[in-house]
């Protein structure tokens, strides 16, 4: 079945009734990045980026359904200055490569400019479809990420 596309994409904030599907993105996520899901501590951050930040959370929303996610924080490095941060960008397979991907981005990016970041980041996968929209908005690879596992 084609999902036909006339329908309203809606991004907004996070609301306390998006927990569920927002957590099943997030088990999504972590799948495709082969990292194990604790729903604990995931509770703890998002609770902890709520408080940071209420607005700093979007949804994608077709017809009351979340279909999609993407997390933003300040974080602050050497010297104090303010750096934005996005995190979290995940679609329901379905919607996924539709646009979605861009207006979270979108959203994310005004957002964090508002907050008065001169410069946001984002971990992303080469051969990833996040990454792909990343360098459409101008995301440039900066640096290698380097990772032990230790258990």
Known sequence: MVRELSHEIVIRNYEEKDYEAVKKLMLELCEIASTKFNEEVFKL???ARLKEDPKGLFVAEVG?????TAFTRVIYER????IGHISNVIVTKEWRGKGVEER???SAIN???SRGVKRIVANSRRGVLIHDVYLKFGFKEKYIVMELQVS
Do not use: A, N
Request: net charge neutral; charged share 20%.
């Open 45 to 47: 951050g998002l609770m």
């Open 79 to 82: 010297g104090g200055e303010p």
């Open 64 to 68: 009351g359904k979340v279909i999609g």
């Open 104 to 106: 979270l981005i979108e």
């Open 111 to 113: 957002h964090l400019k």
